[in-house]
């Protein structure tokens, strides 16, 4: 299989270690009626879920699920996000200026009413995410998709885009049915966001060619899949899966009594005293950061570079990262770890309270007051975000900063943030798919960046690099960039990386081949 370079050059492993505590408590999966070895797979997790039709559905718990009902063209193995691999595309090949990617289809693959998925299928479906604009709708941008060929699908780029191979294995790009989903109200075509009433149909009859289908769905209680008999691939180890709501403490719980195989939700210190159930255990991509904003017109305080300079520098890195528990790490910037052109831990930034009050002092503010707003009601990788919020406010009273906690439910937090009038923010972004791309977002004039109040033409020279890295196709040319990228975004601006939290995952002894991924964190189908 020919990939670009990229999909071979990436060295960094996101597949996390396997740890396995000693003591007693096995759960084995409990058994049912029908099916591969009529075994029931049940996963306890607190729902981030709106739909399961692929075009709208951009949540943790929508990737999840979705990603074992459809098939993408490309998709990862395990838990490695660095090489793309076969899918329903068994093969493809890329330009030499990484702006038109030609897929060949595996003749075999069939959707649950054993018709087969031809290109006309893949081209409707990921013309109907575009189209569409749901959530996921960006993973589309600039791209054309058209169908030669039954076989042959060919996605062209406005400009180059090495991101590709790594944008379509997201679950939101999986393929439809187009026969089945039109007959129910689905389109493709300009204008289907208002055109497109498929959702309700898409959520009660899943039109996938995965090892699953939909038996139930709720947003607020449970989804259940079944084993699809009209799999074209190899058959998966259980027959029923149930991904139920549930909150972390009760998490803890289920699986320890066995009623549960798999906890998604625990906090490094919930993990703990676990018996011989297996504990998946590393630094998740997802990387928290804070903001002062940019925009003079919010904040004079926040948008004094002096100002910033003394929050950079007047924060505990290490604090943080023992506050979030065994397996996080401090961010060294705002590129994951684990993803190509991450920075080395060496290079994060260290606090220096003498210059973070020197800073202070040359801004000519005297015992400045902001504050800091966070959503307060939901938690990432079992973190609160109040408990983070809090050690920042300590922190910044040690050089002279008076930070004023601002929580808010996570809808009215949103809201502030998406247009970009708080002072200070702390949040998190998870990768929208594992290339350094994504995050150029936090650039100026960009997504992250306008809600931090960073205009374009702030920062010209940051500007500049993020253009050229957007275009770049060798590997080597791009990791140089985002690391210079990143180290100019650690030597001043708005925007500062804090921790990315440890990623854990629950499971009783019987589940095998559990690794946790970065973008839809379960692989139903490889678990036996």
């Given at each position: 299989?020919?990939i670009?370079?990229?999909?071979?050059?990436?060295?960094a492993?996101?597949?996390?270690?396997l740890?396995?505590?000693?003591?007693?408590?096995?759960?084995?999966?409990?058994?049912?009626?029908?099916?591969?070895?009529g075994?029931?797979?049940?996963?306890?997790?607190a729902?981030?879920?709106?739909?399961?039709?692929?075009a709208?559905?951009?949540?943790?718990?929508?990737?999840?699920?979705?990603?074992?009902?459809?098939?993408?063209?490309?998709?990862?193995?395990?838990?490695?996000v660095?090489?793309?691999?076969?899918?329903?595309?068994?093969?493809?090949?890329a330009?030499?200026?990484?702006?038109?990617?030609?897929?060949?289809?595996?003749?075999?693959?069939?959707?649950?009413?054993?018709?087969?998925?031809?290109?006309?299928d893949?081209?409707?479906?990921?013309?109907?995410?575009?189209?569409?604009?749901?959530?996921?709708?960006?993973l589309?941008?600039?791209?054309?998709?058209?169908?030669?060929?039954?076989?042959?699908?060919?996605?062209?780029?406005?400009?180059?885009?090495?991101?590709?191979?790594?944008?379509?294995?997201?679950?939101?790009?999986?393929?439809?049915n187009?026969?089945?989903?039109?007959?129910?109200?689905?389109?493709?075509?300009?204008?289907?966001?208002?055109?497109?009433t498929?959702?309700a149909?898409?959520?009660?009859?899943?039109?996938?060619?995965?090892?699953?289908?939909?038996e139930?769905?709720?947003?607020?209680?449970?989804?259940?899949?079944k084993v699809?008999?009209?799999?074209?691939?190899?058959k998966?180890?259980?027959?029923?899966?149930?991904?139920?709501?549930?909150?972390?403490?009760?998490?803890?719980?289920?699986?320890?009594?066995?009623?549960?195989?798999?906890?998604?939700?625990?906090?490094?210190?919930?993990?703990?005293g676990?018996?011989?159930l297996?504990?998946?255990?590393?630094?998740?991509?997802?990387?928290?950061?804070?903001?002062?904003?940019?925009?003079?017109?919010?904040?004079?305080?926040?948008?004094?570079?002096k100002f910033?300079?003394?929050?950079?520098?007047?924060?505990?890195?290490?604090?943080?990262?023992?506050?979030?528990?065994?397996?996080?790490?401090?961010?060294?910037g705002?590129?994951?770890?684990?993803?190509l052109?991450?920075l080395?831990?060496?290079?994060?930034?260290?606090?220096?309270?003498?210059?973070?009050?020197?800073?202070?002092?040359?801004?000519?503010?005297?015992?400045?007051?902001?504050?800091?707003?966070?959503?307060?009601d939901?938690?990432?990788?079992?973190?609160?975000f109040?408990?983070?919020?809090?050690?920042?406010?300590?922190?910044?009273?040690?050089?002279?900063?008076?930070?004023?906690?601002?929580?808010?439910?996570?809808?009215?937090?949103?809201?502030?943030?998406?247009?970009g009038?708080?002072?200070?923010?702390?949040?998190?972004?998870?990768?929208?798919?594992?290339?350094?791309?994504?995050?150029?977002?936090?650039l100026?004039?960009?997504?992250?960046?306008?809600?931090?109040?960073?205009?374009?033409?702030?920062?010209?020279?940051?500007?500049?690099?993020?253009?050229k890295?957007r275009?770049?196709?060798?590997?080597?040319?791009?990791?140089?960039?985002?690391?210079?990228?990143?180290?100019?975004?650690?030597?001043?601006?708005?925007?500062m990386p804090?921790?990315?939290?440890?990623?854990?995952?629950?499971?009783?002894?019987?589940v095998?081949?559990?690794?946790?991924?970065?973008?839809?964190?379960?692989?139903?189908?490889?678990?036996?």
């Open positions: 299989m020919k670009r370079r990229s999909a071979g050059a990436l060295t492993a996101v597949a996390l270690s740890l396995t505590a000693c003591g007693g408590g096995n759960a084995a999966a409990p058994s049912s009626p029908g099916g591969q070895g075994k029931t797979l049940v996963i306890d997790t729902f981030q879920l709106k739909t399961t039709d692929p709208r559905m951009f949540e943790p718990t929508g990737l999840l699920i979705d990603q074992a009902v459809y098939d993408t063209l490309l998709t990862f193995k395990g838990g490695d660095t090489k793309p691999v076969p899918a329903l595309a068994e093969s493809f090949t330009s030499d200026d990484a702006k038109t990617f030609t897929f060949k289809l595996r003749p075999d693959a069939k959707f649950s009413d054993g018709t087969p998925v031809t290109s006309a893949v081209a409707f479906s990921l013309n109907r995410v575009k189209n569409v604009k749901g959530n996921p709708s960006f589309m941008a600039g791209l054309t998709v058209t169908a030669p060929d039954p076989a042959t699908v060919v996605v062209a780029s406005e400009e180059p885009n090495t991101a590709i191979p790594f944008i379509l294995p997201n679950p939101a790009l999986g393929i439809v187009s026969a089945v989903a039109k007959k129910n109200g689905a389109s493709d075509a300009e204008g289907a966001g208002k055109s497109d498929a959702e149909f898409l959520n009660k009859q899943s039109q996938g060619s995965g090892p699953y289908v939909l139930s769905y709720s947003t607020t209680s449970q989804v259940v899949l699809n008999e009209k799999y074209w691939g190899p998966p180890a259980y027959s029923r899966v149930v991904v139920r709501n549930t909150q972390a403490n009760v998490q803890r719980l289920n699986v320890q009594k066995g009623e549960s195989q798999i906890a998604v939700d625990l906090s490094p210190e919930q993990a703990k676990m018996g011989d297996q504990v998946v255990n590393g630094a998740s991509p997802n990387v928290f950061f804070l903001f002062t904003n940019d925009n003079p017109e919010i904040s004079k305080i926040s948008s004094n570079p910033q300079e003394a929050v950079r520098y007047g924060i505990d890195y290490q604090g943080l990262v023992d506050l979030a528990g065994e397996g996080a790490v401090q961010a060294p705002i590129v994951p770890s684990v993803f052109g991450a080395p831990a060496a290079d994060g930034i260290k606090r220096d309270v003498a210059k973070a009050k020197a800073a202070l002092a040359e801004s000519g503010l005297q015992n400045p007051t902001v504050k800091l707003n966070y959503p307060s939901v938690q990432v990788n079992g973190l609160n109040g408990d983070l919020a809090a050690r920042v406010q300590a922190n910044l009273k040690e050089v002279g900063i008076n930070v004023e906690l601002a929580p808010a439910s996570v809808q009215t937090a949103l809201e502030s943030y998406r247009g009038t708080e002072e200070l923010g702390l949040w998190q972004w998870g990768p929208d798919f594992p290339d350094p791309s994504n995050y150029l977002n936090f100026p004039g960009q997504l992250v960046g306008l809600r931090a109040g960073w205009a374009e033409g702030a920062a010209p020279e940051l500007e500049e690099l993020g253009a890295a275009t770049t196709v060798d590997d080597t040319a791009r990791s140089a960039l985002y690391v210079d990228i990143q180290h100019k975004m650690n030597e001043g601006g708005p925007i804090l921790i990315q939290p440890a990623q854990i995952l629950v499971a009783a002894k019987s095998t081949n559990l690794q946790s991924n970065a973008l839809w964190l379960v692989n139903v189908r490889e678990l036996g």
